[in-house]
């Protein structure tokens, strides 16, 4: 597609209807690398890029919250020198988008056992996080060492300890109260979750969160995935209609 086709996309979107929050599953850099006779880094590299895309797309459009599932609390499972790699890409990205994300108004987020990440890492994202603090174009949430049932246990932790403490009547724990206690407690629930790279599983991203999430799930790989795509999967978000398990219109 040209940009022509692109630009036409994105004006055919229904601003009024823009998810709030996009949640993405970005999978398939290893199997880029593989069907090129890669190394899988290189994969994560060309990801890289991706990222960039639909970093700045996002802003363009007017999402308010985009959530990039970066690393999992599973990935740490992966050999040495891919985690390696992949902490050395995150620190090369956050170094070079710092202008773009002040020039664009993009606040920075990091969600997940951000403690465990090597403290380079940390020394980074809490720069970049105090730098865009005051930020209001748009939140970039990267999930980093992040899993959904780690989140839950440790909300439950924390609730369990407010209990204890007499802080909070646990007769009145409420839906809400559970969500204040999540790592994205001031983050809107997702509108949109993407997956790409067609698998069909969530993979213990937003567990809580994701209940009445539209899914969207892509056969693309991560680095193959494009700004059109991106913008022709929000237009196919907007015709669904959203029901919350009521019976609609
Ligand atoms: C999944 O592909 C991807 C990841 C585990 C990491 C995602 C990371 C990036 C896109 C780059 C770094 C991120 C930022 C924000 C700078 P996979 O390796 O599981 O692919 P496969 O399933 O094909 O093996």
Redesign the pocket.
């Known amino acids: 597609m040209n940009s022509s086709t692109s630009s036409s996309i994105h004006t055919d979107l229904d601003v009024a209807k823009l998810p709030l929050h996009v949640a993405v599953i970005?999978?398939?850099?290893?199997?880029?690398a593989k069907q090129r006779l890669f190394n899988?880094i290189k994969?994560?590299e060309k990801?890289?890029q991706?990222?960039r895309e639909i970093v700045r797309t996002s802003r363009e459009i007017g999402i308010a919250h985009l959530t990039?599932y970066?690393?999992?609390t599973e990935?740490w499972q992966r050999p040495k020198y891919e985690i390696d790699a992949?902490m050395a890409?995150?620190v090369k990205?956050l170094k070079s988008e710092k202008k773009e994300m002040m020039d664009k108004n993009i606040r920075l987020n990091a969600i997940g056992q951000i403690e465990r990440l090597p403290k380079n890492v940390q020394q980074e994202l809490d720069k970049i996080m105090v730098l865009t603090k005051k930020n209001s174009g748009m939140q970039l949430n990267?999930a980093l060492s992040y899993g959904g049932r780690w989140e839950i246990v440790q909300m439950v932790r924390r609730i369990a300890l407010k209990v204890k403490d007499g802080q909070i009547d646990a007769d009145l724990i409420t839906p809400e109260i559970v969500s204040k206690h999540l790592c994205t407690n001031s983050i809107p629930d997702p509108d949109l979750l993407i997956r790409t790279?067609g698998e069909m599983r969530i993979s213990n991203f937003l567990l809580w969160q994701i209940a009445y999430t539209e899914i969207y799930v892509t056969d693309t790989?991560?680095p193959d995935f494009t700004k059109d795509e991106f913008l022709s999967i929000i237009k196919t978000y907007q015709q669904r209609e959203r029901r919350f398990g009521g019976v609609g219109e």
Do not use: E
């Open positions: 970005m999978d398939g850099n290893g199997r880029w899988r994969g994560h990801g890289v991706t990222v990039l970066a690393f999992s990935n992949l890409l995150l990205f990267l790279s790989l991560w």
